[in-house]
């Protein structure tokens, strides 16, 4: 993921990605890519998630989203979701309570392949604005319970 480590790297690197946990990009006017610290990886690795994200006369949706663990051997992705395709790929089988029981080695396998075709079409993108790290609040609204003012 060569396009993505480009971009983290123009926004100050992983260690700024960590402090704000989140980069917003700008593809045009109505797509944008969506850089996120996710929960640890089911082998308890840091995790980032990327998102494609589409906006018209409403609020963001998910177009792609591929989710990476990242160890000292690189980035490896082991979720990912593509609406148009409608295809959803998950490497590593759990239990209820979130032990690995099997890994899918073919799905590992074609999660690299989907992860190095989209890192070519991001290379490719000429970015119309990169809007940096931003909190997490202006992107998402909270949820429902959370909406209304506090009790006094």
């Known amino acids: 993921m060569q396009a993505i480590e480009k971009i983290i790297n123009h926004f ?3 260690e700024a990605l960590w402090e704000s946990r989140i980069i917003r990009v700008n593809i045009d006017p109505f797509r944008s890519l ?4 996710a929960q ?3 082998n308890g690795l840091p995790a980032i998630s990327i998102t494609q994200e589409y906006r018209d006369n409403g609020p963001p949706r998910a177009e792609i989203q591929m989710i990476l663990e990242i160890c000292d051997l690189g980035w490896f992705p082991y979720y990912y979701k593509n609406v148009f395709d409608v295809f959803e790929g998950v490497v590593y089988k ?3 309570e979130g032990r690995i029981l099997s890994v899918r080695h073919s799905m590992k396998r074609r999660l690299k392949e989907i992860a190095q075709e989209w890192d070519a079409q991001l290379e490719e993108i000429e970015y119309t604005t990169l809007s940096g790290n931003s909190p997490v609040a202006n992107f998402f609204p909270p949820p429902f319970f959370l909406s209304y003012p506090p009790a006094p």
Not at 34 to 37: A, D, M, S, V
């Open 34 to 37: 969506l850089l996120r610290i």
């Open 12 to 14: 100050g690197g992983m």
């Open 94 to 96: 759990q239990d209820s």
């Open 40 to 42: 640890a990886s089911p």
